[in-house]
Nanobody, 123 residues
Framework: QVQLVESGGGSVQAGGSLRLSCAAS????????VGWFRQVPEKEREVVAR????????VYADSVKGRFTISQDIAKNTVYLQMNSLKTEDTAMYYC????????????????WGQGTQVTVSS
């Protein structure tokens, strides 16, 4: 059974840090693109960061550049999102997803998605 499981979410004050983990079972991240997305109610889902596990290249949303870092541990089949200097506007449900390439359209159409983990940042 293919499953992506996110963990590490929680409540933190502005300026704090959290590290999210996305662990895959029944599925390998090797050679895939893995992304972190976030969504708040009544808003469109936003791509936060993506990593090509083959070459390690990364892409970040402008809103998180310099604060968030996506990384991988292929041996553990896990991708992480280190979130520093958190802001109240980072509050959202965070999802990880995997696809064959980093094309956002492919994530939406053919991606494998986790159930999400809530991040709440208070002032």
């Amino acid at each position: 059974q293919v499953q992506l499981v996110e963990s590490g979410g929680g409540s933190v004050q502005a300026g704090g840090s959290l590290r999210l983990s996305c662990a895959a079972s029944g599925y390998t991240f090797r050679g895939k693109c893995v992304g972190w997305f976030r969504q708040v109610p009544e808003k469109e889902r936003e791509v936060v960061a993506r990593i090509s596990t083959g070459g390690g290249s990364t892409v970040y949303a402008d809103s998180v550049k310099g604060r968030f870092t996506i990384s991988q541990d292929i041996a553990k089949n896990t991708v992480y999102l280190q979130m520093n200097s958190l802001k109240t506007e980072d509050t959202a449900m965070y999802y990880c997803a995997a696809a064959l390439t980093c094309d956002t359209r492919l994530f939406n159409a053919r991606g494998v998605w986790g159930q999400g983990t809530q991040v709440t940042v208070s002032s």
